[in-house]
Each structure stands twice: as C-alpha cells, then as structure tokens.
C-alpha cells in the first residue's frame, strides 16, 4: 500500500483566489476543523438513515497540488480570453493565475492553453476543456459549439505537441492523436478511451484500491460493478478471478485489453450491463463471494436491493457522495449486511465533496 502523505493546511494569504474561485470553498478552514466539517458529512448523511454510530475510521487527504484531472470552462469576452472555475453561486468565470488542487503539469498545461486558444478562438466563445494528466502525456477533451474545420484541427494539431498533448478530442470527434493516453491499475496498462473514468489523484486512487482489495479478503470470485476500465478489476485479478461490469463498452475494451496482456493475471471478464436499468439479480450474484461497488455520484439503488437479497459474503463500496451512499448502506443493512468500517479519503481538496470506501460482510 502507498503511503498517502498528511499535508498541511495552505494559508488563505497564499491563496490569491479564496472566496472568488468556485473550486475551492474550505479553504480558509483551519486543518482539525477541515477535517472534522469531512467527517461530519458522512456522519450526517448516515445519521439521516438510521445509521447513527457508524465505524469510520479515519480521514486521509490527498497532498495538495495532485489533481490529475479537471474540467475548466473557457471563454473569450472582449478580446480577453479566461480559463478556469465559475465563482461561488454564479456565471462569473475566475481566470486561475495559480492553483493549489491541479498537478503543477496539470496547471501550466491549462495556462498555455489559454494562450495557445486565444487566437484560435473567433469572437464570443466559450468552452468546457476536460483536462487530463496520463503516464505518457497529456489529454484534452474540448466541448463547444464551434465547428471542427479543417484549418482548425491543422492548428490544434501543429500546437499540440509544444503543449505536450498526446490526444485531443471535440465531441466525438478526434482531432489529434499520437498516442493513447496509458495509466496502471496495479501492474496491468490501461490504454484510456476519450472520456474515461479515472480517480482525481494518483495517490487517494491507491487507498482506494488497497482498502477495496482488504474489504473483499480472500474472496476467490469477485464481480466489480460499475468497473470503468478497471481500477480495481485489475488489481484484483492479481489474486483472485473477476467478473468486471459497465454500461460503456470503450471502457470495457480498454480494461480486457489490458488483462489480455497483463501476465499473470487470475481470469477477468467484461460484461457490458446497464446497471440502473438491469442490476444483476441475487441469483447470478450468488456466484461470487465478494462484490465491489463504485457508482457515479447518483449512487447504485437499483443494484443494491438484488446484492441485499443474495448470499455475497462482503462487499466493498466506493463512493464520492455520501448522501447515496448512506441510501444505498440502509438497503443492505436492512438485508443483513453488517457495515464492519467506513474510511473516507478526501480527493477533492478544499471542496464540499467527500469520497469514501465502506466494507461489508454478512455471515
């Protein structure tokens, strides 16, 4: 297990853009308070269905500057162009002269975006850019309104690779590749798809995937719902066999070619399943000894009813809202399932938002 370092508290006078920028709220919060606002959100969302003394354990942050991804709005007003977050509770773009969140990669590639964009911008335009910090290299994801023309992806193409951007994409279109941005989930490499889930940091991704692999134990079937291209499938399927399940079939490609040719690896399959729509019912759960769960923030209702009702021995919840979370451990608390620890690991600095990984056995 990689050890996640206790980071200090960034004092607000270094912090030029506290209470203007939207990204970061908490900022001003001395560390012990910090930590115990965190901790209260899960508290809270637990406590409001019935789940008053829950075992949390403790609460890890992420360093600072760690955050390989982000989406950052774009605009050009004015002659001016702006890159960056939306102040508190308004449409009012916040241009990040500096940031304490984003890799320091990660924040000069953003700068020299909004360079290299100005001029490629006509007008009045505006833009969401999901940035991304891989192995290899960079990737952008641009979503606008603007057309694709061939003189503009002759540019993107020409600046990309002073930008050191190995992948750019608008919509579903693909303007600039030289090579598919890689990641490892354990020993495995993951080439990712456009648009791939992946964890905000590189180190709370690791707790994640040490705490997922402690809950699940010596199980010898493990079926990974909401799986993406693996983060925790593949890990897993260094010890024990595993049946990976998504809705989005890129990602599911990535992570079967990333287990064919990872050697050493116990049998992983991929299914592609729309679990909201078509949760796996109790019977074919109890195939597996272990199940792990780490839905988007909407959370996994329709999937735990069936995994309440079935005969899994643990289960290993990964979740970044606690308010489903909470739902969802009522549903399965209610069939039988014992929530034995909670631990929350704070990805998203100085924000509002908590992630989690619970553990759960039934006897």
């Given at each position: ?170 919509g579903g279109d693909l303007l600039f590749q030289s090579a598919m941005p890689e990641v490892h989930f354990g020993k495995a490499k993951v080439r990712l798809p456009p648009g791939a889930f992946l964890q905000p940091t590189r180190d709370g ?137 909670i631990l929350g690991v704070d990805q998203f600095l100085w924000s509002p938002h908590i992630e989690l990984a619970a553990a759960f056995a039934k006897d």
């Amino acid at each position: 297990m990689r050890k996640i370092r206790r980071c200090p508290r960034i004092p607000s006078r270094n912090a030029g853009l506290f209470g203007t920028c939207g990204g970061c709220t908490l900022q001003n919060l001395a560390p012990d308070a910090y930590l115990e606002h965190k901790r209260k959100l899960i508290g809270d969302a637990l406590a409001r269905y019935g789940i008053p003394s829950a075992p949390l354990r403790e609460m890890i942050r992420v360093p600072p500057r760690s955050r390989r991804r982000a989406t950052l709005k774009l605009e050009k007003r004015d002659g001016v162009t702006r890159i960056g977050f939306y102040a508190p509770r308004s449409h009012v773009l916040v241009d990040i002269q500096e940031c304490h969140v984003l890799t320091p990669g990660l924040f000069r590639l953003a700068e020299r975006l909004r360079e290299r964009l100005h001029g490629m911008l006509r007008g009045a335009e505006s833009a969401d850019l999901y940035i991304a910090e891989a192995e290899n290299g960079f990737d952008l994801s641009i979503q606008w309104k603007g057309q694709t023309t061939p003189d503009l992806i002759g540019q993107f193409a020409a600046a990309a690779p002073a930008l050191d951007l190995i992948r750019i994409t608008a919509g579903g279109d693909l303007l600039f590749q030289s090579a598919m941005p890689e990641v490892h989930f354990g020993k495995a490499k993951v080439r990712l798809p456009p648009g791939a889930f992946l964890q905000p940091t590189r180190d709370g991704e690791a707790m994640l995937q040490a705490t997922a692999i402690k809950a699940v134990g010596k199980a010898k079937g493990v079926v990974d719902l909401f799986c993406g291209c693996g983060t925790f499938a593949l890990p897993l399927g260094e010890r024990t066999k595993v049946h990976a399940v998504d809705s989005e079939a890129p990602m599911l490609s990535a992570l079967s070619e990333a287990a064919r040719a990872t050697p050493g690896l116990k049998p992983v399959t991929a299914e592609r399943r729309d679990l909201f729509r078509h949760p796996i019912g109790a019977a074919e759960l109890n195939a597996f000894d272990a199940a792990v769960l780490d839905p988007p923030r909407a959370g996994a209702l329709a999937q735990a009813g069936p995994l309440a009702k079935s005969n899994v021995r643990r289960i290993a919840y990964v979740s970044c809202d606690a308010a489903s979370f909470a739902r969802d451990a009522r549903v399965l608390m209610d069939g039988g399932y014992r929530l034995d620890w909670i631990l929350g690991v704070d990805q998203f600095l100085w924000s509002p938002h908590i992630e989690l990984a619970a553990a759960f056995a039934k006897d």
